[in-house]
């Protein structure tokens, strides 16, 4: 047994966390935050330049082929940095939906330009309130009908992946005049979301059904590298803070009910790390362990994360409650990580139903 | 990244399950075998010599010193093996072989470690551990049990005070003992390190009546007992440094625990919810189960990275602490929800209902878990000064003798 990341996988790691600490600093995620602005451009280009995007992508499609122990370090770093890019939807979710559903000739199409950072993809699944797996959009004749909504990062997309009807794919261009994108107020107030309407507009159905449980088992996992990223950030900036601040003559720091606090995020994190590690080595090499470790990682990742942000503006106090402060990036993100792919009931449910023997009942 | 064996795992694995095959099944306990405390504590030492007579025993300890210089991995993977067996293991072998071995490897002189050495790794000496008092548990430095040289010039040492909490002190042949043998200076330096042979006179042991109706842990009273000076571990003075290798040892150790998750599971499909369906079926119920399961696996994963790390050469150091941590917490919070989920027959329930029991005595035996080898508050002061690098406790005894504390 070695059960560790391999040292190509930690340079990989820290190098995404050098570009990212470079092109994505907070003041950075403020003027996007203040500018109104969709995406962080700049450091999409930047990740397709150092071949990022494509780490995941198969080698005959442009990309390099790599695991998803190597993209999820590259996830932890986007985590971490709490970056202003459609990674998730257009790597994890989209060009995997392509890879696992699609056609020879729409990997063909569309796998080299996600790679590259040509083309950005978003996967459209949830329709209002409520269950996010939803599949009330249905296509006849090659025209989609119905709405999807939010949707991630569709303001950037070229295209959509389309949770529909009997539980499929539809792969859908969103560039014209039968698909309408209503921007949302989105919590996250630097990943947007849309309102897509689809009013017979023409769309490719995708050739394997049944892969929805396999493209969100291995998204699971990277949201759950993600979170780990953006929790250990958070408890770091907590730390930093407590040791820095002076109150009753001594560090804010030194004061158990702050060391414990943290101690407990620490603790919460590493557990959920140690899930994500296990998630991403069932996704390479043990596929049937991987819906039993996939619900673990997403449980364990929502927990860590949740308690981080939560925590990190706690002890900031006052200023935390301050958009100078830097707290409030993550604890919006973590809402809606904690509810992006489905929220905790749904992932119990798929936790308890993996089990061998199974205490399994779908609620 | 690989969780599965290594080729040379793998084989040290068949290895381990072939003997285990052959040598265990005639050492089983019966499932749910009940006992005197003497027999099990017997059939431990048989236990014993079949793993020393088959090359089992210390395999993590030193060649030179009569173990197997093997690694860490190896030994959890002869762990997992064992522990597919239902054998004769307890407080009365581990103390031996966890805690006395290595502190008396480390601290100990030749003399020492021929005596006890291969004798502990046989069974024919086992141990218990005489360390914390009714004033001194998380603040073990705080111990009060003194020991004076005789005044007849012979160089031995009379010891008087009261231990606590030392598992199976009442059939083990010898103790591992730390005393203060210097009032005058700060606590953590007054102290040092003993053996005692338990037949000792002056050596008085009483069960402690538990909370869960069992008495596995004394109280041991000793009242002018005489320790040679030959028994001394290290020199005078230097018991605090021995006290951690041994507690050090005890942290590493808290590896096996009772009271996954899963058999909590069954108990729930196995309790109506008064509308055609179980309790498992409860929305409530799934998600918290979910979170525990969750953390549990977790927790194995975190384990396989500190082992991976300690075959590597590093030193988990206070990570380790995140294990007990994480896992005495859940054990409560599981049970005491399987408790709920029962209803009134959790608190009361009929004969036939065996597994209602177990339940009950996990939620009791949890509150041991949260204290015993390290207390959550101390655990957690740990991993905040430790691995965040926060600051350390204010101390207001540092440099204070002990004789001029209060209290």
Redesign the interface.
């Known amino acids: 047994m070695n059960f560790d990341l391999s040292d190509e996988q930690k340079m990989l790691g820290e190098q995404a966390r050098g570009l990212l600490a470079d092109m994505s600093p907070y003041d950075r995620l403020r003027s996007l935050i203040d500018s109104g602005a969709e995406w962080d451009e700049a450091l999409w280009r930047a990740l397709a330049g150092m071949g990022f995007l494509g780490a995941a992508v198969p080698e005959e499609h442009g990309g390099l082929g790599l695991g998803a122990l190597d993209l999820g370090v590259i996830m932890e770093a986007l985590g971490r940095a709490n970056a202003a890019v459609p990674f998730m939807s257009s790597i994890v979710l989209g060009a995997e939906a392509i890879r696992l559903a699609g056609s020879e000739e729409q990997k063909a199409e569309w796998l080299p330009k996600l790679a590259s950072g040509e083309a950005i993809a978003t996967l459209a699944y949830a329709e209002g309130p409520g269950p996010v797996f939803a599949r009330g959009v249905t296509i006849e004749g090659g025209k989609l009908t119905g709405r999807k909504s939010p949707v991630a990062d569709a303001g950037v997309a070229d295209i959509a992946i389309v949770l529909i009807a009997g539980g499929g794919f539809a792969l859908v261009e969103l560039d014209q005049p039968e698909v309408k994108r209503t921007r949302l107020e989105s919590f996250d107030q630097l990943r947007p979301h849309y309102c897509l309407d689809f009013d017979g507009a023409a769309a490719e159905p995708m050739a394997g059904g049944g892969k929805l449980d396999r493209l969100i088992d291995q998204a699971a996992v990277q949201a759950a590298f993600e979170a780990v990223g953006a929790a250990d950030a958070c408890l770091h900036m907590a730390r930093d803070y407590a040791m820095e601040r002076q109150i009753f003559g001594r560090p804010l720091g030194g004061f158990q009910a702050i060391k414990h606090k943290l101690a407990d995020v620490a603790v919460a994190t590493e557990l959920a790390r140690s899930n994500a590690y296990y998630g991403g080595w069932a996704a390479e090499s043990s596929p049937g362990d991987l819906p039993a470790a996939a619900a673990a990682a997403r449980l364990s990742g929502i927990k860590c994360f949740e308690l981080a942000a939560r925590e990190n503006l706690q002890v900031h106090g006052g200023i935390g409650y301050t958009f100078e402060a830097n707290c409030h990036f993550y604890y919006r993100r973590e809402r809606m990580l904690a509810v992006h792919l489905g929220n905790r009931g749904f992932w119990a449910d798929r936790l308890l139903n993996a089990l061998p023997g199974s205490q399994g009942k779908a609620a | 990244?690989?969780?599965?064996?290594?080729p040379g795992?793998a084989a040290f694995r068949a290895e381990a399950r072939d003997w285990l095959a052959t040598h265990a099944p005639a050492h089983e306990l019966a499932p749910g075998a009940k006992m005197p405390d003497t027999e099990e504590a017997d059939r431990g030492r048989a236990w014993m010599r079949e793993l020393y007579a088959g090359g089992w025993s210390g395999l993590t300890f030193p060649k030179a010193l009569g173990g197997r210089g093997l690694s860490g991995?190896e030994a959890v993977i002869f762990a997992e093996e064992e522990g597919k067996y239902h054998l004769p293991k307890g407080p009365f072998t581990s103390i031996g072989t966890g805690m006395a071995l290595p502190v008396i490897a480390r601290h100990g002189n030749d003399e020492q470690r021929a005596r006890f050495i291969e004798a502990t790794l046989k069974g024919d000496i086992t141990w218990c551990q005489l360390f914390s008092e009714p004033a001194a548990g998380s603040d073990l430095a705080g111990l009060r049990t003194k020991a004076v040289r005789a005044d007849d010039g012979s160089g031995d040492w009379i010891v008087n005070g009261q231990k606590l909490w030392s598992s199976w002190a009442h059939l083990t042949d010898w103790g591992i003992l730390v005393v203060r043998t210097d009032p005058t200076v700060p606590k953590h330096k007054g102290l040092t390190f003993f053996v005692v042979d338990m037949k000792t006179p002056g050596i008085e042991t009483r069960p402690i009546r538990q909370i869960s109706g069992a008495s596995e842990f004394n109280e041991t009273f000793l009242t002018d007992v005489r320790i040679p000076d030959a028994n001394r571990l290290g020199a005078e003075g230097e018991g605090w440094a021995c006290c951690m290798t041994v507690l050090m040892g005890e942290r590493l150790g808290s590896g096996a625990h009772r009271g996954g998750i899963?058999p909590l599971?069954?108990y729930?499909?196995a309790t109506p919810d008064g509308h055609g369906?179980n309790m498992?079926?409860d929305?409530a119920v799934?998600?918290q189960?979910?979170?525990a399961?969750?953390?549990e696996?977790?927790?194995?994963?975190?384990q396989?990275?500190l082992?991976?790390?300690v075959?590597?050469g590093e030193n988990p150091g206070a990570?380790a602490g995140?294990v007990k941590?994480?896992y005495a917490s859940r054990y409560q919070k599981t049970n005491g929800l399987a408790l709920e989920l029962r209803g009134l027959a959790g608190i009361a329930p009929e004969a036939d209902d065996t597994a209602t029991g177990d339940v009950q005595y996990d939620y009791i035996y949890s509150t041991v878990m949260r204290i015993a080898g390290g207390a959550d508050?101390v655990?957690?002061?740990q991993?905040?000064?430790r691995?965040?690098?926060?600051?350390g406790?204010?101390r207001m005894d540092k440099d204070v003798p002990f004789e001029k504390l209060k209290g």
């Not at chain 2, 990244?1 to 290594?6: E, I, Q, R, T, V």
């Not at chain 2, 691995?387 to 600051?391: A, H, I, R, S, T």
């Open positions: 990244m690989d969780f599965n064996d290594s795992e991995i899963e599971l069954d729930a499909a369906g498992l079926d929305r799934r998600l189960f979910a979170e399961l969750a953390e696996q977790g927790e194995r994963f975190f396989a990275r082992r991976t790390m075959s590597k990570l995140m941590l994480a508050e655990l957690r002061n991993i905040a000064e691995v965040l690098g926060m600051p406790e204010m």
